[in-house]
């Protein structure tokens, strides 16, 4: 089975600064996705990025950056020039590539306010 | 097109009643999904749809809970005899297909609260 962990229950950041959420996940498969959603109070989860284990390159979106390291079993995200419409849940997330490779697996999430 | 809907928003039901949440998925998505978000468990995975097939049921916390969909399309999931702790936000999720890391879509929830 595999885990995903958040060890950071809240974040705070001015905007416009930089911010960065941590995430450790741990599996014994080589090919998975990992992917960042977000959840507003609104409730609604959005995808931020997604990250295809095979790929070297770190997933880029706009501001939004991680930092796949497989061998530590690490995928942090960086989010660059925090807005307030920033604010919000975001999760880890974990799929398999293969096999039961429909479900998400999740971290407990960490609570991020960009303040003004 | 539209996002993926659930209704009701909210519901409040007494213990020991059942009740029924609806899930809407964005048009031609062959894959449904229903997570539950609680304050002790976080977010789990409850069982998935292809087409009208469930093949796996194993998320489901106990056989209170059971789901359908018809036409490759709605959902329901349905709570027997409530209990507290049933008490949770239902997420339904669509994707094009199952698996292949396709982005799952939510919807905005079904907050249950059993009273």
């Known amino acids: 089975a595999q885990t995903v962990t958040q060890s950071q229950p809240e974040m705070s950041v001015q905007e416009a600064e930089t911010v960065t959420l941590s995430c450790t996940y741990d599996?014994?498969?080589?090919?998975?996705?990992l992917f960042w959603y977000k959840q507003p109070p609104s409730r609604q989860m959005i995808l931020v990025i997604r990250q295809e284990a095979y790929k070297q390159q770190n997933a880029t979106e706009n501001r939004f950056s991680v930092n796949f390291q497989k061998a530590a079993k690490s995928f942090s995200l960086k989010i660059s020039d925090s807005q307030l419409g920033d604010t919000a849940m975001y999760f880890c997330?974990?799929?398999?590539?293969?096999?039961?490779?429909?479900?998400?697996?999740f971290g407990k999430g960490t609570l991020l306010t960009v303040n003004p | 097109g539209a996002g993926v809907s659930q209704s009701p928003s909210n519901k409040v039901t007494e213990k020991g009643k059942d009740v029924e949440l609806r899930c809407d998925p964005i048009s031609g998505h062959t894959a449904l999904y229903w997570y539950r978000q609680s304050l002790g468990q976080g977010l789990e995975f409850l069982i998935y749809f292809q087409g009208n097939s469930a093949p796996d049921k194993s998320g489901l916390p106990s056989d209170r809970f059971s789901a359908e969909r018809t036409g490759g399309s709605v959902s329901t999931l349905t709570i027997q005899r409530t209990q507290q702790e049933d008490s949770a936000v239902y997420l339904c999720?669509?994707?094009?297909?199952?698996?292949?890391?396709?982005?799952?879509?939510f919807g905005p929830g079904t907050r249950l609260t059993v009273t």
């Open positions: 599996t014994s498969e080589s090919n998975y996705y």
């Open positions: 997330a974990f799929m398999k590539r293969g096999g039961s490779n429909y479900k998400l697996t």
């Open positions: 999720a669509s994707s094009l297909v199952v698996g292949g890391g396709y982005e799952q879509y």
